[in-house]
């Protein structure tokens, strides 16, 4: 039985733009001119921008919560910031993930090839990350390196107008994104997941260790992206390092949390930024040059 409500808080709403903006990313350094939208087909477009709203999210974080029992129940997060999913309610889930993602799924059939493998490599990272045999997110460093899954969505609507992949750097960099974005997220959730007896890279380097990666890692994604967005790229990454310079100012988890509870904010704010960065010089493009020809 599908639950609007329960399978809606399960989807994680609040990080609904960690897919959603990658997504649009992906268009927005794709196209040429915003004219360019309208020589391929906006229906598709607008399904997909549907489809990492909830469908991926559901994905993504309810076989997250399927996987996660032991620890989940030992993790204050979970009382009211987030939703512990109840024995009976394993099987409607489990339903409702399949349902939802499958129509999509079909659809990226008859797109671009490579687009079609790369919506695939985002179901791989997005199950496997949580789920057996591999469920890397208890194998430290390797969880983190899963992220990568996030940055799939602008993969894909990338390859979905171009036919071919982004460069090798912007990836790289959205990928260290990615993994500090992760192992930041762990840091709250150590004590839950020791006693648990789960491996994170926040239970292998401890609080501050872990910290200090994400400011390595936040770093070197800067470097990678400034030669794309300049100084944009110098602001954000001076942004994510203050973050990390308050985090390790706290003395336990808890303060820690009262960080990360700023996060998807600042992320949000961070991907507004770079959207229209890349895409207001081509909406200006697309005035300047007059309204746009379809041709046949």
Known sequence: MFRPGLHFRISRPR???????????GVAAAVETAGDLLRHDPVVFLLFAV??????????????????EETDRLNPKK???EVLVAMEERWPLKLAIFSVNLPFALLALYLEPAAA????LFFFFSIFYSAPPIRAKTI?????TFNVLYIFPGIFSFLMITGYWPPLTVVLAGWLWTMAMHAFSAVPDITADRQAGIATVAT?????????????LYSAAAVLAFPYLGSLAVILGGAYIVMMAVSLKQQDEASVFSVYKWFPLVN????????WYIFLPKTIQSASSGPAVLMP
């Open 79 to 81: 009382s009211g910031y």
């Open 51 to 68: 489809y990492f709203l909830f469908p991926a999210n559901l994905l993504v974080y309810g076989i997250n919560d399927l996987y996660d």
């Open 204 to 216: 292998l380097l401890n609080r501050n260790g872990t910290i200090v990666l994400c400011s390595a």
């Open 268 to 275: 949000a704010a961070a991907g507004f930024a770079i959207f």
């Open 140 to 144: 430290p460093i390797l969880d983190s």
């Open 15 to 25: 990080f609904w733009i960690y897919l959603l903006g990658p997504y649009l990313l």
């Open 117 to 120: 493998i790369a919506l695939g």
